[in-house]
């Protein structure tokens, strides 16, 4: 299982740590991640959170984060438009895009997993992405989701500090709950600065 995580987390995010439920993508109360970002260690903290909708005229699992986390702790390949979210825009992945024959531009109505309804913008596309799935949504669309948990915790240590050195404090504030780890390549060298290397956790299918 480990070894599945490490496989999904290469070059999928630009975190130093990614932080998931040790039972898979359960999920963490909103509180643990504001926890961990509180902690004089960390320099932020992006939360995913899954959950299954109707994209056009088929169901699919979707992804939502903060716009910030996108070329930050998260880390995408783009394949065409602007890798960039915000509220009734979101992305594709290239194989879901072209297997759907979505363009860039094009509205697509979605339903959310709590009945609520939208027209949204295909406003980039992506390399495929095991992590990130085939839709990434904007945070705000999460309020629609049936799961109102984070599913995956995106950590970057502050400057000069490393994963290891977090982690006392950083299981202080998990220690109700059992987590799996992945550090990603690179994140325990504390002279990186600024530099974004990257990892990802298990895919889910529809």
């Known amino acids: 299982a480990k070894a599945s995580i490490d496989k999904i987390i290469k070059g999928a995010v630009g975190a130093d740590l990614v932080v998931q439920q040790k039972e898979g993508f359960t999920g963490f109360p909103t509180a643990v991640g504001a926890g961990v970002s509180a902690l004089r260690q960390v320099r932020s903290v992006d939360a995913l959170r899954f959950d299954a909708a109707k994209v056009g005229?088929?169901?699919t699992f979707i992804t939502a984060v903060p716009p910030r986390a996108v070329g930050t702790?998260?880390?995408?390949?783009?394949?065409?438009g602007e890798l960039a979210l915000s509220a009734g825009v979101i992305l594709a992945s290239e194989g879901e895009a072209k297997a759907r024959s979505l363009t860039v531009g094009q509205s697509v109505p979605v339903?959310?997993?709590?009945g609520a309804k939208q027209t949204v913008t295909?406003?980039?596309?992506?390399?495929?992405?095991?992590?990130?799935g085939p839709y990434l949504f904007d945070q705000s669309a999460a309020k629609?989701?049936?799961?109102?948990?984070?599913?995956?915790?995106?950590i970057r240590s502050a400057q000069?500090?490393?994963?290891?050195?977090?982690?006392?404090?950083?299981?202080?504030?998990?220690k109700h709950h059992p987590t799996e780890e992945t550090p990603t390549h690179g994140s325990h060298d504390p002279s990186r600065g600024d530099q974004n290397d990257v990892g990802?956790?298990?895919?889910?299918t529809a």
């Open 111 to 114: 339903t959310y997993s709590k």
């Open 73 to 80: 702790t998260l880390t995408l390949t783009r394949k065409s």
């Open 144 to 154: 629609n989701f049936t799961m109102q948990l984070d599913a995956v915790l995106l």
């Open 57 to 59: 005229a088929q169901t």
């Open 160 to 174: 000069g500090t490393t994963t290891t050195a977090t982690r006392p404090a950083r299981q202080r504030t998990l």
């Open 122 to 132: 295909l406003g980039g596309t992506y390399a495929d992405n095991q992590l990130i």
């Open 200 to 204: 990802h956790p298990p895919q889910r």
